[in-house]
């Protein structure tokens, strides 16, 4: 034997060895069974006042854990996702944890599953878990009680792969009995049960479905890394930059109407995004690390019972790896929806001074006690979205051998007694019923999953006199629900859940009512009769669920609903998405009642125009137009919401209904007559899209549009508006005329006309002109003329040999310009731009250490403010009180030291943030977009372009969509400040006001 292989053997002996004496000492008590660097980095936690932090389970029993769950024996099953970031070779596990001596600390640990490639998220399930592992989700059981799973059967897939940071999680079981799956969808994958042949099909996206009834349902809101429900079953979500929104309208509503483009099914609840990190030494690389949210994940509601009676009720906590904490927010009612308002002012719930600790997930567990999940490794980021610099000097997997879970309990609370054992799963019935009234979440949604799994009719009575008694409203609500699940809910008690006297469970009753209208007709008339409920989430429930029915009654109730909350939106969609043909019965009901000082009217006509563009005949159509171009009603209001609701609603057609030219030449006079600048411009955003009209009377109309672009006495609007209308002519025409008007003395609005007008003219030479008179253009309009350079491969030559030759600072390209040339279709000119805009190491540190000067100026907060307006502000805000929030708000970088903040400034590319990446949308048309995708529901996408320009596009209209993979930040900006200017740009920025 080799003196290598005898040194291997004897560290396997004592390898063995030792391990054998820890596993024996844990189990003894003498030795604890966390390592010596997890107990010591508890010193390193602050938690609000009244709660304590204790590990329960540390390497080297787990490590790399990103999700946890507790089930009703009391085993704890940790998710391990070993592979992060890159490694798809099967390091993945399930552990099965366990407490030997009942001490409260999981001192054994055995291998459940392996072999795993990126799992994400366990449920319990049956007599087994559902795991998310993209691109599956699985079902695991130990069908012979030895603690490893023998059975495993795919029940989804198709989910995407291709980013971590977007995969398939966290599947949570519903109080609808629906299985929940958070998701992030990077692709158009087709999601499906792969046993069930032509079962149904849902594309890539937060879902839920039901396993043994094999229905599955895309989500209307998409959420990132976890989800949460509060006590009545509204949903939670959150992504890296937002920490909590709701979903407010489900999929099953908004798909019956997919004429009405609703971009948005969620709103975003807080009203903050900053956070108080308590880090020593942070290990960032990205501008919005510290400060602000930037990888929040991982929520949970507070619903277990065991907290101070202020945390017992609407609180949400959620994880910011990056800032090494966990955030609370007290959840207060905002009518149909929330705010999540901050419970401490300026720090956070638990917080470490430790760069690597990493919490990713919490769990409420059946001792109502907060269990956080800690990955706990130095990188928390993924390799996409980081600079080459920083890749080449940083371990990707460094910790990948530790992990920490967390109990976070009230300080006077005992050890965890579930780690003792449960007997839930044991338990009869009666026993489980009881369990429904608990104050614990955890116990409410066991014992509920367990009783549907069981389907046993004979508890439908005792259920029924839980419903119907004087039962605490949790267990009231969980009883009907429980109904549901086994098939028994009957038409009488959910008439007297109707009439129940709590809201929430009033709220439910609707719910469930809907799903047996169709053979229980008789439940319509106690709905009918909720419509003057006192609670605005009743009524907004309600006219959900009226949606679907097609009565006269049910017509005047809607009505009647709508007007009575018309300033709501989210009411106003929920009118409308009840179908088209009803919709436009609402219309002469708001034109009757249209009051021109609440924009709510307006808002709600265009909704209806829209529909009206999408689904109705020309005659009908041209009717519409003739009354909104009548300039003898004096509602120019609603006459130009309409017009222009019609023509979004018309682009969303694959070909405009035959007709509409008749209606050309009246909407070619509004833009040239009519009085109203509302009414021109949606008058010509309808050409734009169904054409001028042909003949002599457009060659006439153009004569005076041309009149009127170069009359100087005429406002700014009228120009650029009969400068657009040019455009939609014949733009080559007018070029010299164009040209002409871009000039420094020109109005900036009608010299953006002019620029936008002169770009549509095919060829190299506007690109030429704008490059060639680059000194003579005013900062207003640099952005646009560079679009216009923008437009084509050979422009876009010509932009990057004057960004080259120095003749354009790249200062002057717009960080999502610059964007957008880092992600061109066009791999020379994308090598060339991505050269440009990320300068080499060696420059840069001679750049930073030039600039070393201005960390010891003292500098001028009011100056820096105005150079924060004239260079940053386009991109940026400074807690949303200045600046335009395309990029991070810098409001908070004020946690950080100064040389950190300049060395960011002035290279900003060592990582590019998520969240800001660029899309590309291909239409039917032809058309390309890009951009930033802001909004997203199963009917469309909402993009906001290089031009800060927000469009709304039906997914029907959609040929293509493609993950550019590309963010970035503005470089450059050395070239326009000197180092006072950086000195007074810093004290701004510190001072974080």
């Not at 009203?271 to 994940?297: I, R, W």
Request: charge should be negative; include cysteine.
């Amino acid at each position: 034997m080799s003196t290598l292989n005898k040194k291997a053997l004897a560290i396997t002996y004592l390898t063995f060895f030792l391990g054998s004496v820890l596993i024996t000492a844990c189990k003894s008590g003498s030795v604890s069974p966390f390592s010596p660097s997890a107990i010591e980095d508890l010193s390193t936690f602050q938690v609000a006042d009244g709660f304590k932090i204790e590990l329960v389970a540390s390497e080297p029993l787990i490590h790399d854990p990103v999700d946890m769950m507790i089930d009703e024996s009391g085993r704890m099953y940790v998710v391990e996702m070993a592979g992060m970031p890159l490694n798809k070779s099967g390091l993945g596990k399930i552990m099965l944890l366990s407490d030997s001596n009942g001490d409260g600390k999981m001192d054994s640990a055995t291998v459940f599953v392996d072999s795993l490639v990126l799992p994400s998220g366990i449920m319990r399930w049956k007599k087994g878990v559902i795991v998310t592992d993209p691109p599956n989700v699985y079902y695991m059981e130990d069908t012979d009680n030895d603690g490893k799973a023998d059975l495993k059967k795919i029940m989804l897939t198709g989910f995407d792969t291709s980013n971590l940071e977007a995969n398939v999680n966290n599947p949570e079981y519903g109080l609808d009995n629906w299985v929940y799956l958070a998701d992030l969808p990077v692709a158009k994958s087709d999601i499906y049960d792969p046993s069930d042949t032509g079962g149904p099909h849902a594309p890539e996206s937060s879902l839920r479905f039901q396993p043994e009834s094999h229905k599955i349902e895309a989500l209307s809101g998409q959420t990132q890394f976890g989800q949460a429900f509060d006590g009545w079953g509204r949903h939670f979500m959150v992504n890296n930059s937002d920490h909590i929104y709701q979903n407010v309208i489900p999929s099953r509503y908004l798909r019956r109407n997919p004429g009405m483009v609703v971009s948005s099914a969620v709103e975003t609840l807080a009203d903050h995004n900053d956070v108080f990190p308590t880090t020593k030494n942070p290990e960032y690389q990205m501008l919005t690390d510290v400060g602000v949210f930037t990888s929040a994940c991982g929520i949970s509601t507070y619903l277990g019972g065991a907290f101070p009676a202020e945390y017992n009720d609407s609180v949400s906590f959620v994880c910011e790896p990056v800032s090494n904490m966990v955030h609370a927010d007290r959840l207060v009612s905002n009518g149909i929806t929330q705010k999540a308002k901050r419970i401490f002012e300026k720090k956070d719930f638990l917080t470490s001074a430790d760069p690597h600790s990493r919490p990713v997930n919490t769990y409420v567990g059946p001792d109502g006690a907060l269990y956080v999940v800690d990955f706990y490794r130095q990188v928390i980021e993924g390799p996409e979205f980081m600079a080459k610099e920083v890749l080449d000097t940083i371990d990707l997997y460094n910790g990948t051998n530790k992990g920490r879970i967390y109990r976070i309990s009230v300080k006077d609370a005992g050890s965890p007694d579930w780690t003792k054992g449960l007997t839930l799963g044991n338990a009869g019935n009666n026993q489980l019923i009881e369990k429904l009234a608990d104050k614990n979440v955890w116990w409410r949604m066991n014992a509920q999953r367990l009783l549907v799994d069981r389907n046993d009719k004979t508890i439908v009575p005792a259920l029924e006199k839980l419903v119907q008694g004087n039962a605490s409203p949790m267990a009231r609500l969980h009883a009907l629900w429980t109904l549901e699940g086994i098939g028994q809910l009957n038409p009488k008690i959910i008439e007297s859940a109707l009439k129940d006297e709590i809201a929430g469970i009033r709220e439910n009753a609707i719910q469930l009512a809907e799903l047996h209208l169709n053979d229980n007709p008789q439940l319509l008339t106690p709905l009918l009769q909720l419509q003057n409920d006192n609670n605005i989430r009743v009524r907004f429930q309600l006219l959900l669920t009226l949606g679907y029915v097609h009565t006269p009654e049910a017509d005047k109730v809607r009505q009647s609903l709508m007007f009575k909350d018309i300033d709501d939106k989210w009411l106003q969609v929920a009118a409308l998405s009840a179908s088209s043909a009803q919709a436009m019965a609402l219309m002469d009901a708001v034109l009757a009642k249209f009051e021109p000082d609440n924009a709510s009217y307006a808002s709600l006509v265009q909704r209806l125009g829209t529909i009206a563009g999408s689904g109705y005949g020309a005659d009908t159509l041209r009717q519409f137009i003739q009354k909104a171009s009548d300039t003898t009603t004096k509602q120019d209001k609603w006459q130009s919401a309409l017009l222009e609701g019609i023509s979004q609603g018309l682009r969303s057609r694959e070909t405009i209904p035959a007709g509409m030219q008749q209606s050309r030449g009246m909407l070619l006079q509004n833009c040239l007559n009519n009085p109203t600048a509302g009414v021109r411009k949606s008058s010509l955003l309808l050409l734009q899209t169904i054409g001028l009209p042909q003949g002599k009377p457009t060659a006439i109309a153009m004569h005076r549009a041309f009149i009127l672009a170069k009359d100087t006495t005429a406002s700014y609007e009228q120009r650029a508006g009969a400068i657009d209308l040019l455009a939609l002519y014949n733009p080559l025409s007018y070029l010299s005329f164009f040209k002409g008007l871009v000039d420094p003395r020109v109005a900036p609005q009608v010299q953006l006309a002019a620029i936008n007008a002169a770009k549509q003219v095919p060829g190299t030479g506007i690109a030429e002109f704008f490059l060639s008179g680059w000194d003579a253009l005013s900062p207003v309009v640099r952005a646009s003329a560079i679009s216009a350079c923008m437009m084509t491969d050979e422009r876009i030559q010509l932009l990057l040999n004057a960004i080259e030759s120095g003749k354009i600072n790249r200062g002057d390209v717009s960080w999502s310009q610059s964007v957008t040339l880092r992600s061109l279709s066009n791999m020379d000119l994308r090598m060339r731009a991505r050269a440009i805009f990320a300068q080499g190491d060696d420059k840069m540190k001679a750049l930073i250490q030039d600039y070393q000067a201005a960390l010891s100026m003292q500098g001028d907060v009011a100056n820096g403010k105005n150079i924060f307006l004239a260079n940053c502000a386009v991109c940026h805000q400074v807690r949303g009180k200045i600046g335009r929030t395309y990029g991070p708000d810098l409001g908070t970088v004020h946690a950080w030291a100064p040389a950190d903040i300049m060395s960011n400034i002035l290279n900003p590319n060592r990582s590019i943030a998520i969240g800001y990446d660029s899309w590309e949308i291909r239409l039917n048309n032809g058309e390309v977009l890009q951009g930033v995708i802001s909004k997203e529901s199963p009917t469309a996408i909402t993009i906001t372009d290089a031009n800060f320009q927000t469009a709304d596009i039906a997914r029907q209209d959609i040929k293509s969509l493609k993950a550019l993979g590309v963010s970035g930040m503005p470089v450059g900006l050395e070239e326009k400040i000197s180092r006072q200017q950086m000195a007074d740009l810093l004290a701004f920025l510190k001072k974080g006001e």
